[in-house]
C-alpha cells in the first residue's frame, strides 16, 4: 500500500464523494473532494494531486474535459475515470484519451483501490510518467 498520496476526487454526486473519500481515506491518503472539475481547476490542490477521480458526466465540465484542460496544462498526474454509464464507445473513449483506469458505478471498492495504488506506484512526482 502507497501512503500519504494526495487523491483528487471530482464528482458532482455528494455520495460518491463521500464514499470515496471514507474509502481513500481508510488506506492512509491524503483526500480532497469537489464537486465539479471547475472547481478542482480553481484549487490549490491542482498542483499537488498524486491521482485524480473523477465522474465522465457532470454538468458544465465532463471528466473527459478535464482530462484535456489539465494535459493542455502539463498536470501528468494519473486520471481514473468512473461513469453510470459503462457503454463501449465510452470506455474507447476513455482509453483513447490515456485515462489510467476506468471504472462503471456502482463499482468494485477493492478493484479500485488496487488501480489507485498501482497507478500510485507507477507515477512518480517530478515526472511526466
Excluded: W, Y
Amino acid at each position: 500500500m502507497v501512503l500519504s498520496n494526495t487523491i483528487s476526487v471530482v464528482d458532482d454526486d455528494p455520495s460518491i464523494r463521500v464514499a470515496l473519500n471514507n474509502l481513500l481515506k481508510s488506506q492512509g491518503h491524503i483526500v480532497h473532494t469537489f464537486a465539479s472539475a471547475e472547481e478542482f481547476l480553481e484549487s490549490s490542490q491542482l498542483n499537488s494531486t498524486s491521482c485524480v477521480i473523477a465522474d465522465v458526466q457532470m454538468p458544465t465540465m465532463s471528466g473527459f474535459e478535464l482530462l484535456e484542460q489539465m494535459r493542455a496544462q502539463g498536470h501528468a498526474a494519473p486520471f481514473i475515470l468512473i461513469t453510470a454509464f459503462a457503454d463501449d464507445r465510452t470506455r474507447a473513449r476513455a482509453l483513447s484519451a490515456g485515462v489510467t483506469g476506468f471504472f462503471a458505478k456502482p463499482f468494485p471498492p477493492l478493484e479500485l483501490m488496487a488501480r489507485v495504488d498501482e497507478v500510485l506506484r507507477e507515477h512518480r512526482p517530478g515526472t511526466n510518467a
